[in-house]
């Protein structure tokens, strides 16, 4: 049963996020990237924070210099990882309201599709195993976990998409390799279910690793952005996002503030 939960749960993470992200990048909705963006970094950071960790030193006497140790050392090890590109996703596109010439983004994406399939793939697997983690601690935590991980990967796929076009993917062949890349959650999701029976003990250090991802998704990627996004709007448009974005990032994190409450209240 738990199996069950963490392919379904990795699933709609996956295809629901790509599918609104197909929706946004193919039509005519680019303005709720923003508010997404906003949303998800205060998601993720109340998820990270009041979720994962938590319970990463609940789980099994954990010691917690050792879960503190293990953060550290996956926020410096995603910062090595995007240095070398493994992770580095590009969220700028034409016409995002950044004040690019036009064809910047043609030019900064290159032939790099490629290159980006490999690196959604290998993200996608991770996210599978993350959620096979928080679901192998808790149903209602995984649940939790994989509505972070869909709502970063909104304005993560929309980036996917146009950086797919301007490399010369047809809009059916962007959509079509996105979903395959996707599927790699549902591989990572089986991996971590069947690793995690045979090593338990990594349970709480695979928690505290999804933690680290989240709070470093949120402050080097998703907040860069969100000043990025206010710096670009001119006189009432500076402050609209000047309340709206925290507002929004207050949501995410009330969000995960009120599941926590729920969680602890069964």
Known sequence: MILLHILLAATAATFISIGLAAVVSLGRLSRWVDRMVSLSAGLL???????????SLHLGGADVHAVTATMLGGLIGFFVLERFSLLRHDHHHEHDGHDHPHG???????????TLLIGSTIHALADGVLIAAAFRTDTFLGVMTAAAIATHEIPQQIGNFFVLLNSGFTKARALLFNLLTGTGAL??????FFALAEAGGWLPYVLVVAASNFIYIALSDLIPQLHAQAHSHH?????RAAWQQPLLMLTGVAIAALATTFLHGH
């Open 45 to 55: 950071m109340g998820t990270a924070l009041l979720h994962l960790l938590p319970e």
């Open 104 to 114: 910047h983004d043609k030019e900064s994406a290159g032939k790099g599709g490629t």
């Open 187 to 192: 591989v990572g999701g089986v991996v971590g």
């Open 235 to 239: 006189h009432g448009g500076q402050s």
